[in-house]
Nanobody, 125 residues
Framework: VQLQASGGGLVKAGGSLRLSCAAS????????MGWLRQAPGKEREFVAA????????YYADSVKGRFTISRDNAKNTVYLQMNSLKPEDTAVYYC???????????????????WGKGTQVTVSS
């Protein structure tokens, strides 16, 4: 599967951005999808994930109540709506997909099976 993330940019603290990730392949509706991020000098962080049906979601404590993950299986696209952005949200955000296990497995593992190129999100204070 190929993943292409977009929507990153520079925003002031308190602002919003919506990331999109377009996926190739016919089996998108069967994939667990997720967003991870990595800031310079920091470990990769699993930000959010969504089950194949969209019925289950996961959020890191650091983004709960501010970020919303969603998917449109008809468009092979997953989104990350980011509100009330903080400078500490600055990172490269990566779209990822999991094809072999359920949502819980990938959360526990802290990673997924496929990755796309990241998109930079910079939040200024």
């Amino acid at each position: 599967v190929q993943l292409q993330a977009s929507g990153g940019g520079l925003v002031k603290a308190g602002g919003s951005l919506r990331l999109s990730c377009a996926a190739s392949g016919r089996s998108f509706s069967r994939y667990v999808m997720g967003w991870l991020r990595q800031a310079p000098g920091k470990e990769r962080e699993f930000v959010a994930a969504i089950s194949w049906s969209g019925g289950s979601t996961y959020y890191a404590d650091s983004v709960k109540g501010r970020f919303t993950i969603s998917r449109d299986n008809a468009k092979n696209t997953v989104y990350l709506q980011m509100n009330s952005l903080k400078p500490e949200d600055t990172a490269v955000y990566y779209c990822a997909a999991g094809s072999n296990y359920g949502l819980g497995h990938y959360i526990e593992r802290g990673g997924m099976d496929y990755w796309g190129k990241g998109t930079q999100v910079t939040v200024s204070s």
